[in-house]
């Protein structure tokens, strides 16, 4: 008798355990105890305050192997990247000392609930480029998509929880870096599918950094406070809601 039920093709076997064990690494790792200041721009202030309380999520809703691929694949490009720009003379920093084993540069505020971490600070380039420093860098790899858009209309109306990570950094870093709010930022975004580059120079937002601070504030005080914030939209087919990480478990609570 003829077996014509498919059989996983070795790629595919192979595959499988490569996703398994990142699955398997990411869920061991410990949760964040703490508000990323990357994620304050987002628009949902109830998703960020589920992110803050580690609440779990939807079931399925977990970051799968292949996202975690992506993810993996963003962090590597990124090194390429500070490889590329201190090879062009840029002095750029991303640990103390510029050593493997030194800390990442960062912010914490709030006793703590409050963190960022910088992709780098640069503290000298060449003349030609006539770049203040010292000046934050914010480093992200995007699909061809959302490259293009980035490029045609810039960071702060393309991509503007980037934008809201930017002057927030800008911002809490002046206690360790003094004046790297008076230069504008370097943002470079690499675009995945053809490694092409666009560097963009955004000035400080002092307006957008303390609206900002004052959202991250209003998430902690009413997470303490057991009240629970308000969703970005009242209706479920809003696109940020139907693939949001926790979509059920929200709209099954009072708005």
Sequence with gaps: MLDFNHRPAFGE????????????????????????????????????QFEFTATPKDENADFSGRTLRIFAMGHALEDLAIA??????????TRTGNRPDGEQFGFSSAGGRLRGHVDGIIAGAPAALGLR????????????KNWRETV??????????YAAQIALYQAYMEASVPSISAAPALFTAINKDT???????????????QRMSDKAVRILSATD?????????????????????????CWEMPQ
Excluded: Q
């Design 13 to 48: 076997r192979l595959n499988a355990l490569v996703d398994s064990h990142l699955v398997a690494d990411n869920a061991a790792r410990s949760p964040r105890d703490y508000l990323g200041g990357s994620r304050v721009g987002a628009s949902c202030e109830r998703a960020l």
């Design 195 to 209: 490694a092409e580059l666009h560097h963009e120079l955004v000035p400080f937002d002092a307006e957008l950094a």
């Design 84 to 93: 590329w720009l201190r090879g062009a003379g840029l002095d750029l920093f």
């Design 225 to 249: 406070a057991e009240e629970l914030l308000p969703r970005f939209t009242r209706t479920r087919e809003h696109f940020e809601c139907r693939f949001c990480s926790w979509a059920t478990r």
């Design 133 to 144: 420093v010292p000046a934050l860098w914010e480093c992200k790899t995007m699909n061809a």
């Design 152 to 161: 045609s209309k810039g960071v702060v109306l393309s991509k503007p929880v």
